[in-house]
């Protein structure tokens, strides 16, 4: 059974970090392109970073561009989303997504976490 | 960037009735279109891919259609359990894009 499970999430202060993980398991790692997709507050869904199974081919929100790294450790089975500079707009649920694929071009996604909630405020 | 537009934003139907959802893409997208349903509390599920395949697993009663930049998602019997917030995604260039949701709900 494919299982995805993200943690990190907590209350942070503006310009503050934190560093979202998302442990999978039930399928081969490596061989799934990951994203994580965000949900604001009775909002609907943004993306926000792709990663390629590989690692090899990253693709970023503008919103996130410059504060925001996605990053995976196969070894571990383990996608990474560290944020930085967090803003008060980046309040949200934090949503793990794998794709069908290894690549991460023409690639839907199928199954989803549970996700992870930020808030970032004084 | 390409947006996606949904319409309705909400609707209201009884059980049995077939629900019909659109979503538009600003430029042609082939069918790199897909579909999920997201239950109040809950993590989006993904529905449909490739604009009118069946993720594993969903039930026949989903089913959705065309290509270029007009979409639609339609449940054939509506059922209380479908109630949920149905959102369009288009996966043909980057960044990726989601329609702005249309919340069904059992009249």
């Known amino acids: 059974e494919v299982q995805l499970l993200e943690s990190g999430g907590g209350l942070v202060q503006p310009g503050g970090s934190l560093r979202l993980s998302c442990a999978a398991s039930?399928?081969?790692?490596?061989?799934?392109?990951l994203s994580w997709v965000r949900q604001a507050p009775g909002k609907g869904l943004e993306w926000v970073s792709t990663l390629s199974g590989s690692g090899d081919t990253t693709f970023l929100a503008d919103s996130v561009r410059g504060r925001f790294t996605i990053s995976r450790d196969n070894s571990k089975n383990t996608l990474y989303l560290q944020m930085n500079s967090l803003r008060a707009d980046d309040t949200a649920i934090y949503y793990c997504a794998r794709m069908l694929s290894r690549l991460a071009w023409l690639v839907p996604f199928d199954y989803w976490g549970q996700g992870t909630l930020v808030s970032v405020s004084s | 960037d390409i947006q996606m537009t949904q319409s309705p934003s909400s609707l209201s139907a009884s059980v049995g009735d077939r629900v019909t959802i659109t979503c538009r893409a600003s430029q042609g997208i082939s069918n790199y279109l897909a579909w999920f349903q997201q239950k109040p509390g809950k993590a989006p599920k993904s529905l449909i891919y490739?604009?009118?395949s069946l993720q594993s697993g969903v039930p026949s009663k989903f089913s959705g259609s065309g290509s270029g930049t007009d979409f639609t998602l339609t449940i054939s019997s509506l059922q209380p359990e479908d109630v949920a917030t149905y959102y369009c995604q288009q996966y043909k260039s980057y960044p990726l894009t989601f329609g702005g949701g249309t919340k069904v709900e059992i009249k």
């Open positions: 490739a604009a009118s």
């Open positions: 039930g399928f081969t790692f490596s061989n799934y392109a």
